[in-house]
């Protein structure tokens, strides 16, 4: 690219006008979208990408944070397909849902498109979206039996789509042959496109206005600035290696714990994450591969120093230490439907690390689990209906305040869909819809309460889960305290039952008018938790929130009957304690 | 129908209360800007008011009002207690599980009714409509005693589904005014029955949170106007740009949300409108803040809703205005990554940029405009300072822009103005390129104290056509108050095929809407030209999760009693409206894929008489008496001698070559070098390229 540098303020306006792209593709998307997981909760993601290497030089202010991070892999995947087989040209389009190529699972279907300038490449555009239903055992994918990814779906290698303009009728049948919602999936793909065509006639009219050179050097400027910016992060971080590690309830497979280990070492304004001491690869679905374990250290960073832009410019201080094969480097044909759970965990394991090396910037661990349900039945017509969501919990507390409750998660920006759309699309009655009592990690500032969902069903149903969070709790930092774990469990008439794998299960039989319950982990506290202040403790209690056992045993205040603070009472008691 | 008589728009700001006189036997209009007194408002209100004469010499008063919008931000709204069913207690506080920012995860949510304010009763309504748990009257009443022994001030109740059969609500409602003391109580479908229950739930519960704020707010201005013998009509600008009578924002106070904004815009399009520019983009600089809105063919666009802050929405239709953080407070600084940056943080008007001498020492976009000489150091704004500190504001940008980026002062200051143009432009991009309209159609109209200092880069930045700064940019507001339409809108969801419709009962819903709206726009009572009625049918692709706005080309035939009417609707004609909006909005059309109606929407608008604009023109003057001088003013790198002109003194006709200044008691437009300006018949200011 060209070595001019541009005055400052150009840079500004550029940084303005392309992120703006990027919205407005993202914008396009959501709602033109058919699925929910795309259109709600906006499990997607557009940017602009570098023509050789595929980094990442552009993103929108939205976007689902994971594939912020994973996009770039996407795009070097199909650089990496044209360096072998040549004959890229102008309107060509890719599509592919490879994950170890790529990274993510295989609902996530991304397609790229080279942008031409005076015939030869000048970036790559591409736009990457979940689907709903691409086969598998599980509708909707999330197979928590799948040992291979043969029982998750189809597996579709970077292809052309589209050739020089013309449309592979071939391609849309061979995707339409193998989903059960093929016209849930037509209508997202057509909405990708519609995405991708706006992106394309925004950014080539952006190049009429200020000639190629110009926002080539800009892209140039970006990456460095965005380097610069997080070197400085770094370099304040005092030097040293910080560990940490969580663990997963099992694979789904087998009942063992897995493993996410971190040893970081800050050195000067460089960073090394090496995870070498995590678990090797498993038999169940909760593989990574390493383009995925990098995209979500890159969404915990960005999470810890918001400041930084997000290109490719901000890992380039960082290095890693993946082992090839382990369950954080796993390849093909290991299944990999869960990653969700694995990335979660990855980036509380980022964030209790650092942590250590800066109490002040710490974050609770969020409540990790995304706990996607799916339940299934057929109306009194005969036709299915497939109910699919991923529900909330709490985030962490921070110096700054007490975690959000009922969040969505640190990788996606995703919002819930309301019950009534639930309720007029599918045959369920949702009976209960609540903050969950003491479910928060205890702190100065404690975490953000998790939720109570229970839903009803009205015709015969069978259900899946894939969730986490069942026998490790999310952490507390800087001497605050775990939150609740994840429960899930169901009535009918048979009575009560809960997954023997704590956290996964699939074909559970439920009759009409049996019920699902689950109960999500909150965040996890910051700073120990007898500091808190008695007023938010005894509001805490009032709200129902807190529990007034909670309140004396773990936060050391003494409420009256009334409900206020004892204050003399409460002293004593953090007194006592201190000794 | 009846004339205009004279009537009073009336626009209370933070600092300024500005009204609009309009005598339309006459022609004549007067303006005046008295101090406002936050708390007191009614003092202010009257003593502008007072400025006209004896106030039982008005038939009207518009008010545009801030006083709900305030009361949200600063969190200062009533207590209110919620009675919802037994299960979703929390609706309001998940919100839809979302979160503040995309990245970073720290803040927490309080939402306007605590948890304990909040409580359930025993009853369900499924998504069909059908009851299966009838509402348990007497738990309501204990739960609104029980509230009201707690402190609540207003009640509002929200049942799940209750907008496909509202009768449980109507029951838990009838059965808590038994015990509810005060007129501060309703229920969500009522006032939003539409789908979705969060929005529902927020909306449900802000009104209600407003409904003694706005309702005590609106009885100190009447009782104020009944001491002076007012007694004519008193009505509030709404968000949605129409006017509604005060029993109608009492009742429905959410919809003032937007009020004071949304009557700029009102103005701003008529004014536009008849200048020759229907298609404008609005700019209000404020302090803090630069709102941008869009009117295409001379009709404002509306969106659906909007939120407040985090987790705060409010469901209704509202004029859109995009907010963004570039105001002349706005503090400009070099980030870590050494980029120049102007806002968020804004030094506000307390303590104010640093050419006040308030205490603020980081340089703002006001100063910059001061070090360049745009803006005259001599003669502030608003009257209140008798000079700005130029060195100051130079010393305090040299020192934070200018040695960071190894500039010196003046080119720093124009660093600053170029970043501040290229956010304004931004957003106006936003709301004109990036929704497909093409920019070279529009002109920016710029209103409040500042936006005309930016008018010029705004042409040449977004590619607009021309600047139209109105005669009196500080009292658009007010002027709108006068000028806009009773308008009253309704929702209603449906969740139907639109395959095989009924048209027949469809015609007869939305018959029966258009009676409802149209009975509270005629209790307004306020002189209308005639009615129109507007549907709208939010719709979508069957599978799909958003919906699409489709306008439906048919209004009320009226029946031969003036009553009963019809549509005329048919399936083929939604069927039609519905591919073209789409086709509008995407790409590509899925044929084959049936069509789903969601929602219908009713808008009903009183047309006013026509204000006749010509009566703001200037009259006499000449161009040579308008002149005041010259002054050194930086564009493009260098000092130019600069003619300055008194902008109110400019006759109609006259023309002016950048680069001069023209000033005015509340508002200073800067043409640049390229650029020239001239009066039009309207005494608008059109700034157009050389």
Known sequence: MSGATLDPVTLAVLKGRLEQIVDEMDATLYRSAFNPTIAEAKDACHGIYHPETGDTLVQGSGGLPIFVGAMAFAVRAVIDKVAKDGGLQEGDTFVFNDPYDGGTHLNDFRLVRPIFRGGALFCWMASVGHWLDIGGNVPGGYNPKAVESFQEGVRIPPVKLFSAGKLNEDIVGILDANSRLPMSNWGDLNAQLNALDLGERRLVSLLEDYGDGTIATAFEAFSDRAEAMMRAAIRAIPDGVYSFEDVLDNDGITDDMLTVALDATIAGDTMRLDFSRSSGACQGPINISRSTTIAACYVALKHIFTDVPANAGCLRPISFEIVDGSLLGAGPPKPVAGYTETILRLIGVVFGALAKADPDRALGGPFGTINALSIAGHRTDGSRWVLFSFFGGGLGGSPESDGLNHANNPISTATIPPIEILEAAYPVIFRQWALRPDSAGAGTYRGGVGAIYEVESMTDADVSLLGERGKAAPFGVAGGEAAAMNRFSWKSAAGEGTPPMVSKITGVRLAKGGRVRLETPGGGGWGDPRRRDPQRVARDVRLGFVSEGVARDTYAVALAADGSVDAAATERLRNEEAL | ?690
Request: aromatic content about 6%; charged content about 20%.
């Open chain 2, 1 to 690: 129908m009846s004339a205009l008589g004279t009537i009073v728009g009336v626009d209370v700001g933070g600092t300024f209360t500005d009204l609009f006189y309009f005598d339309e036997a006459a022609r004549a209009f007067r303006t005046a800007k008295v101090p406002s007194n936050r708390g007191d408002e009614a003092a202010g209100f009257l003593d502008g008011l007072k400025t006209f004469g004896a106030l039982s010499a008005l038939d009207s008063i518009v008010h545009g009002t801030t006083v709900g919008t305030n009361a949200l931000l600063e969190r200062k709204g009533a207590k209110v207690g919620l009675i919802t069913t037994e299960g979703f207690r929390d609706v309001l506080e998940m919100r839809r599980r979302d979160r503040r920012h995309t990245w970073g995860l720290s803040g927490d949510f309080v939402p306007v009714v605590e948890r304990d304010f909040r409580v359930e009763v025993p009853e369900r309504t499924l998504a069909s409509g059908d009851i299966l748990t009838p509402v348990d009257v007497e738990a309501v009443k204990r739960a609104a005693e029980a509230l009201l022994a707690k402190g609540a001030e207003a009640l509002a109740i929200v049942f799940v589904n209750a907008y496909a059969n509202s009768a449980n609500e109507e029951v838990a409602l009838a059965a808590a005014s038994t015990v509810w003391p005060n007129d501060h109580i309703g229920c969500s479908s009522a006032i939003l029955p539409e789908i979705r229950e969060f929005e529902r739930t927020s909306t449900t519960a802000l009104n209600a949170y407003l409904q003694p704020v706005v309702g005590s707010y609106l009885a100190k201005l009447e009782a104020a106007l009944d001491s002076e013998a007012f007694a004519g009509r008193f009505h509030i600008v709404q968000s949605n740009g129409g006017v509604m009578s005060t029993e109608t924002a009492r009742r429905l106070p959410a919809r003032t949300a937007l009020s004071g904004p949304a009557a700029g815009v009102i103005a701003a399009a008529a004014i536009s409108e008849a200048a020759g520019f229907p298609d404008v983009i609005t700019g209000d600089l404020g302090g803090t803040s630069f709102d941008v809105s869009l009117i295409v063919g001379g009709k404002t666009a509306l969106a659906a809703q909007t939120t407040v802050d985090f987790g705060l929405v409010i469901r209704n239709p509202m004029i859109e205005i995009t907010t963004i953080g570039a105001g002349g407070g706005s503090i400009a600084h070099v980030d870590a990554g050494g980029l120049l940056q102007v806002g968020p943080e804004s030094a506000g008007s307390r303590p104010g940029p640093v050419c006040y001498g308030a205490g603020n020492d980081r340089p703002t976009l006001t100063d910059a405009n001061v070090v360049l000489g745009r803006i005259n150091a001599d003669k502030p704004i608003g009257g209140k300072l008798a000079r700005l500190d130029v060195e100051a504001a130079k010393a305090a940008i040299l020192k934070h822009v200018g040695e960071p980026l190894g500039l010196d002062a003046m080119q720093a200051a124009e660093a600053i103005v170029r970043i501040a143009d290229s956010k304004m432009a931004g957003a106006i991009r936003l709301m004109s390129i990036e929704r497909g309209h093409d920019p070279s159609r529009f002109a920016a109209v710029p209103f409040g104290g500042g936006g005309a200092l930016h008018a010029g880069a705004l042409i040449k930045d977004v590619g607009l056509k021309a600047a139209l700064v109105p005669r009196y940019p500080g009292v658009t507001s007010a002027l709108g108050c006068v000028i806009a339409d009773i308008r009253h809108d309704q929702v209603q969801t449906l969740n139907l095929f639109l395959d095989g419709i009924d048209a027949t009962a469809l015609d007869r819903r939305m018959v029966e809407e258009a009676e409802k709206a149209k009975a509270v726009v005629e209790n307004a009572h306020l002189a209308v030209e005639r009615i129109d009625v507007l549907f709208e049918l939010d719709m979508h692709y069957v599978g799909q999760t958003h919906t699409l706005a489709v306008p439906l080309p048919v209004t009320v035939t009226e029946g031969s009693t003036g009553i009963g009417g019809s549509t005329g609707i048919t399936e083929a004609m939604i069927a039609d409206a519905f591919e073209r909006a789409y086709q509008a909005s995407f790409s590509r059309l899925l044929k084959g894929v049936p069509m789903r109606i969601v929602n219908l929407r009713t808008a009903v608008i009183g047309v006013r008489p026509s204000f006749d604009l010509a009566a703001l023109a200037p009259q006499g003057g000449t161009v040579e008496g308008a002149r005041t001088g010259t002054r050194p003013v930086w564009f493009g790198g260098a000092f130019h001698d600069t003619a300055i002109y008194a902008r109110l003194e400019l006759p109609v006709g006259a023309e002016v070559e950048g680069p001069a200044i023209l000033e005015q008691p509340d508002a200073t437009t800067v043409v640049d070098l390229d650029l020239k300006a001239r009066i039009d018949a309207f005494g608008n200011l059109i700034v157009e390229r050389k």
